[in-house]
């Protein structure tokens, strides 16, 4: 199969195998890949729809092909699909397992990455996985579980002062190493548009997809899928995405209506405070193109999502909370409907107890 | 469906859904369940083998149909059954979700529990998916982390000086709650058998079963799982059970032995810490009638285990490294056949570092 990196900026174009770029070498822009998709069943995972994605882990150790649990609420058929029971803890998996079965191709031995949440977690396995060293990058105020798993699963946790620190050194590191970059990259969008082969096989597809929304990655993976399966004629519709914010940061609520929403702390939602998110356009631009929304939520609410989500059986984080937050708030405009809402983190990794004040 | 207590021990019969026992009124033995199984599917989760198992749970959060990851390792085929992801971690939610369905139907609202481990947790959180309250008993000993992801889950936490006065505690409190009882109850071990439906749908039956054993539940489910496919003519042979015990406490291997065997300290497997397993004798029959063995590991081994089991990419507890610690002890003896290892519980949890030292 013929795969290129492309930039749709400004036109760069290379072979997938040829050289490793994590950003347009041209004009800096984040980069997409070319390849013609087709209906191909493979065998588990992520391989299970191989012709659908530009490339196939080389390694299976159970992530994709999660659980969805339907529920009728409040007039709404909502499809719960449990990404938190992926082996990470999240639905990062399926993006990292592509990123690193690539590294592994192009026979890079080490892995970095800056993320003190779920991506850090996911690459220090994944890195275990294929065989390569890796070092993640945290702010000092990265939480003692988060550091303590990063560590347990074999990485090399690299300690600096802020989050800007951690991106810089980072950078640092990349000359030399396999840098994961998951907020560029388009291996965690394609990973997560595996998520959208899986819905439509089990359940057609939904009406209107609600998902949390940081550096997007999930947003614009899930409506890639879509795409894909609309553009095969699988199916005729593409669902509205709702992505949701939190208060506290509101980069897609600003870009998308033109003004900011002052609203309580939303701080809990650790996993969507990214203040540049660097696909910003693309992100409004499924919005605008699929008749979507962005809802901003804060911590009372996320704090509540989460108590009625244990009621239904889920343990889930405050960031996955966040998406049945804004289910709630905006439930009156969805009655009838057939709605996925993606839980993307588990709520075993690190313990706290949230009380409503 | 006719389905009845029934006391292998003493002849006790009682209809199931007349009275609660979680051990024979009469003589004081755990019970079993009498029924009549068919092969008839329903559809998810444990509900797939509706007519293997005496109940099915009437709710679904996505317990069971756990992966199984097949790797071929020192010329022997495993098969490793994922079931750290369960919803709250480890495989005793297949049992809890079948006990807390029947304490639901049988009208309880309250469910109380003494364990400081994956059971406590998984009672918590099925508790508040069936709205039963729920008080879980635990030693002052218990790490703080499962304090906290109990507490989290919604259930009420009862601290007592000793493990002896969390099950003293708990007795006083039966009489008007649903006691789980699950080192006693038939639930977890009808539970456990789903694991066995589900590997002979997807891979057929295995050669050998290794399995950790504390009070047992997991070892005499999944072999009366591949009795009952064997009675219903789906199986020709039953698996050979290994069942795996730490130095520091070695009932079945004293019962099945008839001596102790002195090795290093085990303590990092608190699951299968449990001195005086109800159905030792169950244990001992079961490993006596198909050929099996009873393997003994200690600290360092489990540690050697964690990692390996990590480069596979499975997230696991200690107490279910101890399989693979066992499966390295014991692997001349296993070249050529097909092995199925349970991996019971998820190293998400609870972080630690453990380093062999």
Redesign the interface.
């Known amino acids: 199969m013929d795969i290129k990196w492309i930039c749709n900026v400004c036109g760069f174009r290379d072979p997938m195998y040829k050289h490793y770029h994590w950003s347009c070498p041209i004009c800096g822009s984040p980069l997409d890949i070319e390849y013609k998709p087709v209906y191909e069943y493979g065998s588990?995972g992520l391989d299970r729809f191989r012709g659908l994605l530009p490339l196939t882990p080389l390694?299976?150790?159970?992530e994709g092909?999660t659980?969805t649990?339907v529920e009728k609420l409040d007039g709404t058929e909502i499809m719960f699909k449990?990404e938190y029971?992926?082996?990470?803890?999240s639905f990062k998996d399926r993006g990292t397992t592509l990123a690193l079965s690539y590294a592994y191709t192009m026979g890079f031995n080490e892995a970095v990455e800056d993320s003190s949440g779920n991506t850090g977690i996911s690459v220090a396995?994944?890195s275990?996985?294929y065989k390569l060293r890796s070092k993640i990058v945290v702010p000092a105020t990265t939480s003692r579980?988060k550091k303590?798993?990063i560590?347990?699963?074999?990485a090399e946790l690299i300690e600096v002062p802020t989050r800007g620190d951690a991106s810089n050194y980072v950078l640092s590191l990349a000359s030399k190493a396999f840098y994961v970059a998951h907020t560029w990259s388009p291996f965690y969008i394609y990973g997560a548009s595996s998520i959208s082969f899986e819905i439509y096989e089990d359940y057609g597809e939904p009406d209107v997809v609600i998902l949390p929304v940081g550096s997007g990655g999930l947003l614009l993976g899930v409506m890639k899928g879509f795409e894909i399966l609309n553009s095969l004629g699988k199916i005729l519709k593409i669902p509205r995405p709702i992505a949701v914010e939190g208060y506290s940061i509101q980069p897609v609520f600003k870009t998308v209506k033109g003004y900011e929403e002052k609203g309580e702390d939303s701080s809990l939602a650790e996993g969507i405070m990214v203040p540049n998110p660097p696909r910003l356009n693309e992100i409004k631009n499924y919005i605008d193109r699929y008749g979507g929304d962005i809802i901003l939520v804060g911590n009372s609410e996320i704090i509540k999502a989460l108590?009625e989500l244990?009621?239904?059986?889920?343990?889930v984080e405050p960031t996955s909370a966040t998406v049945y937050a804004a289910f709630k708030k905006y439930k009156d405009k969805l009655k009838g409907l057939k709605v996925l809402m993606v839980l993307t983190g588990?709520?075993?990794?690190i313990?706290?107890?949230?009380r409503v004040s």
């Open positions: 588990k390694k299976f150790i159970g092909e659980k649990v449990l029971m992926n082996p990470s803890g396995l994944y275990r996985v579980e303590c798993l560590k347990m699963l074999g108590e244990l009621e239904l059986g889920f343990v588990s709520g075993l990794k313990c706290k107890e949230y």
